[in-house]
């Protein structure tokens, strides 16, 4: 059982930078890959970035390759997500998973936080 929470969304303007936070509970942080999702009004959710329990591992979506960045500090048992140049495209409910392994599907993921709404106006 691990409980994750999510922190950091908000209302932005197109071009602007926000950075979301996700932390976990229990022991054993390093040992997950822990994702970020997002689900879009009308949409499915899809995958954002993962990053493995050591970060030795990371893999992006290319809608946001080049502008997003995961991190995480495992001394903290948190994961982040610095997102930049953000794009109306990117509105959407973000949401924190963690896994038992380095992949990017959503079946992949065991634990899942409620989620934090991120807005970008034009």
């Known amino acids: 059982q691990v409980q994750l929470v999510e922190s950091g969304g908000g209302l932005v303007q197109a071009g602007d930078s926000l950075r979301l936070s996700c932390t976990a509970s229990?022991?054993?942080?390093?040992?997950?890959?822990m994702g970020w999702f997002r689900q879009a009004p009308g949409k499915e959710r899809e995958f954002v970035a993962f990053i493995s329990g050591r970060g030795g591992n990371i893999r992006y979506a290319d809608s946001v390759k080049g502008r997003f960045t995961i991190s995480r500090d495992n001394t903290k048992n948190t994961v982040s997500l610095q997102m930049n140049s953000l794009k109306p495209d990117d509105t959407a409910v973000y949401y924190c998973?963690?896994?038992?392994?380095?992949?990017?599907?959503?079946?992949?993921?065991?634990?899942w936080g409620q989620g934090t709404q991120v807005t970008v106006s034009s």
């Open positions: 998973a963690a896994g038992g392994i380095a992949r990017p599907a959503i079946t992949d993921y065991d634990y």
């Open positions: 229990g022991r054993a942080f390093s040992t997950y890959t």
